[in-house]
């Protein structure tokens, strides 16, 4: 019973530090430096976050941490900016953004789009705070357990999503998987230490660099898009009246989906070795497969 109190005292104090006016100043040039970082294709969540540490090193530990947290945040919603606006995410958990926030910008909802993906954002972070200060000891306990053959299954369950993200062409999935799993083996093998597939590259050593792979693969086709077209700009963005009132209206109506995708996104970020692209796209798998019309 004594750990309820002090985990009270805890988030009090968290609040409270919070709320003072330079580190809401510091979460405030965090976020812009995370939005503006996760916008840019390439500039991942991590990176961003990694850019900004040495500004950390004469604060205290306190605004330091919200920075960051501010930058993490940030970059999380500046990838789904990019991925919605141009097609092209700007980092790896804004994959499966892109897939419907796009459509959504050629029908001229692109301010609604965008409003969706910040509300979806913060109510998906704040439920996933919540339980991380409630679970956050059966969650770290089972993270330490997680061992090899818990990755395996977990790659087999990696490799069903993808069968499942293609009902009608299962094979067209697994094809996918099988390139994706053939790219990995470049580099190093774990076991004997031997290189496989570099063909005498030196750079092929440390294996591909997946993250601008996929940022790459997916930024290629708009790229050829954008150079047959006549046209500046890919649409033209005009102001929608009443945009945030339809993305509340939206959020509201798929209530109960956003909490299991909330769910599903913290199960799988409190796997070590998983992320937040794994938990996007096993997330939007689950949305297909709640709607009555999967293919609109």
Same mark, same amino acid.
């Given at each position: 019973?004594d750990?309820?109190? #002090?985990? =009270?005292?805890? *988030? ?11 580190? !809401?100043? +510091? %979460? ?30 004469s ?37 499966a ?14 301010e609604?789009?965008?409003?969706i993906?910040?509300?979806? #954002?913060? =109510?998906?972070? *704040? ?7 409630l679970?956050?000891?059966? !969650?770290? +306990? %089972? ?46 093998d ?34 050829f ?19 945030f ?13 956003l ?38």
């Open positions: 019973m750990a309820v109190p #002090s985990m =009270l005292e805890y *988030i009090v104090r968290g609040a409270a530090s919070a709320v003072l006016p330079m580190n !809401l100043l +510091v %979460m405030f040039i965090g976020l812009v430096v995370g939005i503006v970082g996760g916008m840019l294709p390439g500039i991942t969540t991590v990176t961003a976050v990694a850019l900004f540490v040495p500004f950390t090193f604060m205290p530990p306190d605004m330091a941490l919200i920075g960051l947290g501010g930058v993490f945040c940030g970059a999380m919603y500046g990838g789904a900016n990019a991925a919605i606006l141009i097609n092209t995410p700007g980092t790896p958990g804004s994959i953004t892109s897939l419907d926030g796009y459509p959504l910008v050629m029908q001229g909802r692109a609604e789009a965008c409003y993906a910040l509300l979806a #954002s913060v =109510l998906g972070g *704040i439920f996933g705070t919540v339980v991380l200060m679970f956050f000891e059966p !969650l770290s +306990v %089972m993270a330490l357990k997680f061992g090899s053959e818990a990755f395996f299954w977990m790659g087999l369950f990696g490799l069903s999503t993808l069968a499942a993200m293609f009902p009608g062409n299962i094979a067209k999935g697994l094809l996918g998987g099988a390139i994706g799993l053939a790219l990995c083996t470049v580099g190093l774990p076991v004997m230490g031997m290189p496989r597939f570099t063909f005498g590259c030196f750079d092929l050593v440390q294996g591909l660099d997946m993250v601008a792979l996929m940022i790459g693969l997916f930024s290629l086709s708009q790229m898009v954008m150079l047959e077209s006549d046209e500046k700009y890919i649409v033209k963005m005009e102001r929608q009246a009443h945009a009132k339809l993305a509340v209206v939206d959020i509201l109506r798929h209530l109960k989906l909490s299991v995708a909330s769910a599903i996104g913290t199960f799988i970020g409190a796997l070590p070795g998983a992320g937040g692209s794994v938990a996007a796209l096993v997330s939007y798998n689950e949305a297909k497969r709640w709607d009555k019309d999967p293919d609109r």
